[in-house]
């Protein structure tokens, strides 16, 4: 199976920088592409940034010139370096790996994963 995990989340003052880590794990083949979702209380789940197996990035107008995006040295891992954090920030914040190939037992399969979500808490 597919497993993606988080990291790098918590509490930093308005004005600081945090950075996620997410890495995927299993016998993958393959990822389509790689994002940053996130959630606030009462809110839509929606997509930060995300990251294509060619390179190509997409970012929410919101965090355009604040975030990067990049794919990790490691396989299959991926980075959000977050500047100029704001209060509006907060959120929960989620890994999804699209596209993902990899070796089952019954053969090779494809789908979509999520991480378990890391905080961020943007407050003075």
Same mark, same amino acid.
């Given at each position: ?13 308005? #004005?600081?920088?945090? !950075? ?9 083949? @393959?990822?389509? $592409?790689?994002?940053? %979702? !996130?959630?606030?209380?009462?809110? /839509? !789940?929606?997509?930060? $940034? ?14 355009? #010139?604040?975030?990067?995006? @990049? !794919? ?8 959000? /370096? ?23 037992? %019954? ?5 979509? %994963?999520?991480? /378990? ?8």
């Amino acid at each position: 199976q597919v497993q993606l995990v988080e990291s790098g989340g918590g509490l930093v003052q308005p #004005g600081g920088s945090l !950075r996620l880590s997410c890495a995927a794990s299993g016998s993958i083949a @393959s990822i389509t $592409a790689l994002g940053w %979702y !996130r959630q606030a209380p009462g809110k /839509q !789940r929606e997509l930060v $940034a995300a990251i294509t197996s060619g390179g190509s990035t997409n970012y929410a107008d919101s965090v355009k #010139g604040r975030f990067t995006i @990049s !794919r990790g040295n490691a396989k299959n891992t991926m980075d959000l /370096q977050m500047n100029s954090l704001k209060p509006e920030d907060t959120a929960v914040y989620y890994c999804k790996a699209d596209g993902v190939v990899y070796y089952s037992p %019954y053969g090779y399969r494809e789908g979509d %994963y999520w991480g /378990q979500g890391t905080q961020v808490t943007v407050s003075s």
